[in-house]
């Protein structure tokens, strides 16, 4: 199970740091991503971690203002945002991956997380 956390109404400019918590399986094992739903549009990658934390992507619409990282200990894949954007607004979701790098198509996601909303309006 995957349950993400710290979405939250900001105003452009800001940050927010989301948790992806996951239960019934280490995160040291597999790689994970960032996914964004928004209203009307289709789910986007945003950003994927491989399994060893070394590799990492990120949708060319964050680069630069998101970072995302894995605490082994903690079972919890963050996703640092900064210099938030309305067009940042949406649904995010994390997802565990069949494969060991860090691919951000969502066809290779097979356990999905609910959500948590991020709203970013002044």
């Known amino acids: 199970q995957l349950v993400e956390s710290g979405g939250d109404l900001v105003q452009p400019g800001g940050s927010l740091r989301l948790s992806c918590a996951a239960s019934?399986?280490?995160?040291?094992?597999?790689?994970i991503g960032w996914f964004r739903q928004a209203p009307g549009k289709e789910r986007e990658a945003i950003s994927a971690i491989s399994v060893s934390g070394r590799s990492i992507n990120y949708a060319d619409s964050v680069k630069g203002r998101f970072t995302i990282s894995k605490d082994n200990e903690k079972n919890i894949v963050y996703l640092q945002m900064n210099s938030l954007k309305p067009d940042d607004t949406g649904v995010y979701l994390c997802?565990?991956?069949?494969?060991?790098?860090?691919?951000?198509?969502?066809?290779?996601?097979?356990?999905w997380g609910q959500g948590t909303q991020v709203t970013v309006s002044s």
């Open positions: 019934g399986f280490t995160v040291e094992k597999y790689a």
């Open positions: 997802a565990r991956s069949q494969l060991t790098t860090a691919a951000m198509p969502a066809r290779w996601y097979d356990l």
